[in-house]
């Protein structure tokens, strides 16, 4: 199994997210591994690391999802790979609920929330986003 994390969603990604049903609920695994220091797109100057910076998004994303009706569900930062091999472990990862795919892209096409997604580009060298749906194993 070969492991790339990305800033955003390739096209057939994208597509894949449209398709199918998209009003269930659905849970979003986010593996976030963060840069050594923050880099903003527009070339400002700045201190922080890409953890502070990804943290600004993390305080402001929460504003974002109570307004599609979604919630932060679960934080933390990764301890140790217990199974498996990867050439590098995430920093931190978190669990977000949506009440749809259809909610998720509604914050994500959001004027407000794509204003915040500049210190999440800024914090973080890449992620997986892995979608989970209740149900059997």
């Known amino acids: ?44 100057e700045t ?27 679960f934080q933390g930062r990764v301890n140790r790979l217990m199974l498996g091999e990867v050439e590098e472990l995430w920093d931190s990862f978190a669990l977000a609920k949506y009440p749809s795919r259809k909610a998720m892209l509604e914050m994500m096409l959001d004027s407000d929330y794509q204003k915040s997604e500049e210190h999440r580009s800024a914090g973080l060298e890449g992620q997986l986003n892995i979608e989970i749906k209740d149900g059997d194993l």
């Open 1 to 44: 199994m070969e492991v790339k994390n990305h800033l955003k969603p390739h096209k057939t990604q994208m597509d894949g997210f449209l398709d199918g049903d998209v009003d269930s609920p659905i849970t979003m695994l986010n593996l976030l591994k963060f840069k050594e220091k923050a880099e903003y797109e527009d070339g400002r």
């Open 47 to 73: 201190n922080l690391t890409g953890k502070e910076a990804y943290s600004i998004y993390g305080q402001e994303v929460i504003e974002h999802l109570e307004k599609v009706g979604a919630k932060l569900i």
